[in-house]
Nanobody, 118 residues
Framework: QVQLVESGGGLVQAGGSLRLSCAAS????????MGWYRQAPGNQRELVAS???????NYADSVKGRFTISRDNAKNTLYLQMNSLKPEDTAVYYC????????????WGQGTQVTVSS
């Protein structure tokens, strides 16, 4: 059974930094794509950043230059370094993953709250 467990969320002031982690387990195959998504109250879940097994990354325009996604394939762990945080980054952040190329991963974590105060 695939499990994704996020950690690292919390409360931070605007301009601060946080690092999210997502530990993946239970998959027989390596995850082709892993990504961070977020959902603010009243909004749809949106892609923040994704990374495929080769290391190629993709970012939402709103976080380019501030967030960095990375993965440790040996540890099956995904990271999101978030710098220069803004109040509009406040959301529940979810880790998503799949073993096939897809923009809609099948496996999800439970989410971690990130709150940025002004």
């Amino acid at each position: 059974q695939v499990q994704l467990v996020e950690s690292g969320g919390g409360l931070v002031q605007a301009g601060g930094s946080l690092r999210l982690s997502c530990a993946a387990s239970g998959s027989t195959f390596s995850f082709f794509v892993m990504g961070w998504y977020r959902q603010a109250p009243g909004n749809q879940r949106e892609l923040v950043a994704s990374i495929i097994v080769s290391g190629t990354t993709n970012y939402a325009d709103s976080v380019k230059g501030r967030f960095t996604i990375s993965r440790d394939n040996a540890k099956n762990t995904l990271y999101l370094q978030m710098n220069s945080l803004k109040p509009e980054d406040t959301a529940v952040y979810y880790c998503g993953a799949d073993i096939i190329p897809t923009s809609k991963p099948r496996y999800w974590g439970q989410g971690t709250q990130v709150t940025v105060s002004s």
